[in-house]
Nanobody
Framework: AHLVEESGGGLVQPGGSLRLSCVVS????????MGWYRQAPGKQRELVAG???????NYADSVKGRFTISRDNAKNTVYLQMNSLKPEDTAVYYC?????????WGQGTQVTVSS
């Protein structure tokens, strides 16, 4: 894809919620798997949640039961609903259009969980 654009990051209190959005252009979105990743200072970038073209999902153990990934193919958009946020969720969150060779990354959006 030519463009992957995240939005929805910001500052939220512990226990709060936030929804991230990612819009894809330049590719046939409906046939692509999508992923949400995050990277905190001093840590490796990690997969948070993934969703296939058929809607199958997977989550990192640290976010299971709190985060939900979904997609709206009509809008070329993937979402990450984040509930019960914890300070350790603080990171830059990246959207990725998955390809067998790697994929296309968005620019990232900052999520800060703090009182």
């Amino acid at each position: 894809a030519h463009l992957v654009e995240e939005s929805g990051g910001g500052l939220v209190q512990p226990g709060g919620s936030l929804r991230l959005s990612c819009v894809v252009s330049g590719s046939i979105f409906s046939i692509n798997a999508m992923g949400w990743y995050r990277q905190a200072p001093g840590k490796q970038r990690e997969l948070v949640a993934g969703i296939t073209s058929d809607g199958s999902t997977n989550y990192a153990d640290s976010v299971k039961g709190r985060f939900t990934i979904s997609r709206d193919n009509a809008k070329n958009t993937v979402y990450l609903q984040m509930n019960s946020l914890k300070p350790e969720d603080t990171a830059v969150y990246y959207c990725k259009l998955e390809q067998s060779w790697g994929g296309y990354w968005g620019q990232g959006t900052q999520v800060t969980v703090s009182s």
